[in-house]
């Protein structure tokens, strides 16, 4: 019967021996081979054989070798010796002491060192099931660490997916939002002033009635896309991220009836591109959780530039939230706050209590030699700097060239 190991392939078991007796190689070999082992054995003697052996192991996914034996004592080497040099280069790969003495010190060291088992050559019996034991178990760690470094791979690619998701769905937001300002906000402005001026040259009282009545559904109709208009990109953040936060900080007070207090740093801030809209996205989403779940009667919203980071810390106090609430399948906010400080090379921490919940947005704005990152430096988060939404802020009735003329 060929028993074999639980290896990949069929090949036989490749066994690299450090022994510098050849008819104690030869004895362990005839054990090996009468427990019914398909066996492919070299012998080597020395330290340099030995190194030189594991050498073509190195770095390759499928290592020559299925398992190294070892003998304690040779000429100016020891197997702990050969053991140490074996881990450095691999620390999967099976190895086992066979000796003819070995101390009870030396064999705890050496399995504290990654043996995998230690024999004494007066008892090789054990040595076969040692052996197939040993390589059963490297094939399992080995796939345990293929499978950890997959699913590593596949995090990588999805969190990848879901930031490229994220700034795809700014960029569509920003063209709408372009798009609702040029084309319907135009139409309807040019369509106000037409029945305003319907209404100045109109005698008829019925007409006049008309008129005023189309002119207030225009008029909600342009309030209407100024809203859409800003939540699909604020323009707010045109006059800066310090400005967008403060009036969202008022909003949101007034809205909820919840005291929301805004602190700075910074009076004004110069930011690269993209941090403003993470930063400002991250705020209205810990401002819509405190108002949904937090129950909360105070939140504080802190912005603070320091040693070339910028944070932004949103803290309520309201009731806080358990682990598994972060799990709950329906739930996309907070996951999305994550992937999407990622896009400027920012992180999210979020800690929470009895005393409520606190969430850090955290963004270095230099990289570790303290320069501005690459693909941050070129702008800046300044009203003037192009990359902003310039001409989606409503312009009032009479100030725009191409208005019609007359009005
Ligand atoms: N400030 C908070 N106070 C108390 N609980 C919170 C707070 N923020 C979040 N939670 C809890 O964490 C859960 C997950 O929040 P998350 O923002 O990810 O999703 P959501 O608000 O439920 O849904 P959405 O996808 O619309 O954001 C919430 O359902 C809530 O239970
Ligand atoms: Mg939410």
Redesign the pocket.
């Known amino acids: 019967m060929n028993r074999r190991p639980d290896r990949q392939g069929v090949h036989p078991v490749r066994l690299l021996h450090l022994e510098d007796s050849e008819p104690d190689h030869m004895l362990a070999m005839a054990h090996l081979r009468r427990s019914g082992l398909d066996l492919e054995a070299h012998r080597v003697d020395t330290r340099e054989q030995f190194e030189a052996a594991l050498a073509t192991s190195a770095g390759t996914s499928c290592p020559p070798w299925d398992v190294v034996l070892s003998d304690y004592h040779l000429p100016g080497y020891t197997g702990l010796m050969a053991l140490e040099r074996l881990r450095a280069i691999d620390a999967v790969l099976p190895f086992i002491l066979v000796s003819g003495q070995i101390g009870e010190d030396t064999a705890v060291e050496a399995m504290r060192n990654g043996a995998s088992d230690y024999l004494l050559k007066s008892n090789l019996n054990r040595l076969a099931p040692a052996v197939e034991q040993a390589i059963r178990t490297a094939g399992m760690q080995r796939s345990r660490v293929a499978s950890d470094a997959e699913l590593q791979a596949s995090r990588r690619r999805l969190s990848e997916l879901a930031q490229h998701l994220q700034t795809s769905v700014e960029a569509e937001r920003h063209a709408i939002a372009r798009e609702i300002h040029d084309d319907v906000g135009g139409s309807l402005t040019a369509l106000k002033f037409d029945l305003d001026w319907i209404r100045r040259h109109s005698p008829e009282p019925g007409v006049q009635q008309r008129v005023l009545s189309a002119l207030e559904s225009v008029t909600h109709a342009l309030e209407a896309s100024q809203r859409i208009m800003q939540n699909l990109r604020p323009a707010i953040l045109e006059q800066g991220l310090v400005a967008a936060l403060q009036w969202m900080a008022q909003r949101f007070e007034r809205r909820t009836g919840v005291i929301c207090e805004f602190r700075t740093s910074h009076e004004k801030m110069q930011l690269p591109r993209g941090v403003p809209l993470v930063a400002y996205r991250t705020a209205q989403?810990a401002l819509t959780?405190?108002s949904?779940?937090?129950r909360a009667d105070r939140v504080t919203i802190d912005l603070s530039l320091s040693a070339g980071v910028l944070s932004l810390e949103v803290s309520?106090n309201?009731?806080?939230?358990a682990a598994e609430?972060?799990a709950?399948a329906q739930?996309?906010?907070?996951?999305g706050l994550h992937e999407r400080a990622g896009t400027v090379g920012g992180w999210i921490d979020l800690s929470s209590g009895a005393a409520g919940?606190s969430l850090i947005l955290s963004v270095p704005l230099t990289d570790e030699d303290g320069g501005a990152r690459p693909g941050l430096a070129d702008t800046i988060d300044d009203p003037d700097s192009a990359g902003t939404l310039s001409g989606l802020e409503w312009v009032p009735p009479g100030t725009r060239p191409s208005e019609p003329a007359g009005l």
Do not use: M, P, W
Request: aromatic content about 4%.
């Open positions: 989403e959780n405190a949904k779940h937090a309520d309201g009731v806080g939230l609430d972060l709950k739930s996309f906010g907070l996951r919940t």
